[in-house]
């Protein structure tokens, strides 16, 4: 029987939304800050994700580091924190953590994690950052392009884990000849990373349409899905939060259990 495949939530969207109002507040006391990404993270576990993943970047423009440290303390599952392998990023995951980090590369500019990370091009530094996650007990996974030069690279450094960019595939989705190029390199790549041992995880865009294709990807250990989940929780929750409103406008009285 084929292995299920894990599922990572990434609920850094959920603190995308937050920031869009509360930015700049004091939000260490007991006031109406919403959404709070932990409640997401739980009612997430409780549905049954296996691991929750949020992005501590460097502008902050979503997760906080508070976010992250009380994450750590609640969540039941694993905590997957995805960041720049830069100094300062090294010391708070050594200090944090995290059951794995994930290397990404950050421009501020980008919307979201546009390209991977350049593995063979950093290939010194990344074995030593991997190292030291190594000996501290934290999983280290390289969020990398499908290409057989950056899995090489990565078997060079040691990595236990990567996870394969599926971005330029859910791009050209709708591209019958692209998005069967785009396929094949992730089959490949995953070929290539299970020859040498490493455990291949996948992310970026994937949705509710695609993911029946993705999972034919063979040897995924685990999914990180964020934007796609979030939007669906949106469509199917405000139903819910609109007659909730429209109860407590009409009769001051809650109608919905909390999480
Ligand atoms: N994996 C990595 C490394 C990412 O940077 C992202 C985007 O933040 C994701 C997974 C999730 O992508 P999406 O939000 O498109 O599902």
Same mark, same amino acid.
Not at 37 to 51: K, N
Not at 184 to 187: A, M, P
């Given at each position: 029987m084929k292995k299920a495949i894990l599922l990572g939530v990434n609920i850094d969207h959920a603190a995308t939304l937050r920031q869009a109002?509360?930015?700049?507040?004091?939000?260490?006391?007991?006031?109406?800050?919403e959404p709070d990404?932990?409640?997401?993270?739980?009612?997430?576990?409780?549905?049954?994700?296996?691991?929750i993943t949020v992005h501590l970047r460097e502008d902050r423009r979503h997760i906080q580091e508070r976010d992250v440290l009380r994450l750590r303390e609640t969540i039941q599952t694993r905590m997957n924190l995805e960041m720049a392998p830069t100094p300062a990023m090294v010391e708070f995951a050594l200090k944090t953590k995290p059951d794995s980090v994930c290397l990404v590369p950050e421009r501020r500019e980008e919307v979201s994690t546009e390209g991977g990370l350049d593995v063979a091009a950093r290939i010194e530094e990344l074995r030593e950052t991997t /190292? %030291?996650?190594?000996?501290?007990?934290?999983?280290?996974?390289?969020?990398?392009?499908p290409d057989s030069k950056q899995i090489d690279a990565a078997a060079a450094i040691g990595a236990p884990c990567i996870e394969l960019h599926t971005g330029a595939y859910a791009n050209a989705y709708y591209d019958t000849a692209a998005r069967s190029r785009e396929f094949?390199?992730?089959?490949k790549a995953a070929e290539n990373a299970a020859n040498v041992a490493i455990t291949t995880n996948a992310g970026h865009g994937i949705n509710y349409v695609n993911i029946t294709e993705v999972v034919e990807i063979p040897h995924l250990h685990e999914l990180n899905i964020g934007h796609s989940i979030l939007c669906r929780s949106v469509l199917?929750?405000?139903?819910?939060?609109?007659?909730?409103?429209? /109860? %407590?406008m009409r009769d001051g009285i809650t109608i919905l259990p909390r999480p």
């Open positions: 109002r509360y930015r700049g507040y004091d939000m260490s006391c007991g006031k109406m800050v990404p932990v409640a997401v993270a739980l009612a997430a576990e409780q549905a049954g994700a296996d691991g /190292a %030291r996650f190594t000996e501290a007990g934290i999983v280290t996974s390289l969020f990398i392009d094949r390199r992730l089959c199917f929750g405000i139903g819910e939060a609109v007659r909730e409103m429209k /109860a %407590r």
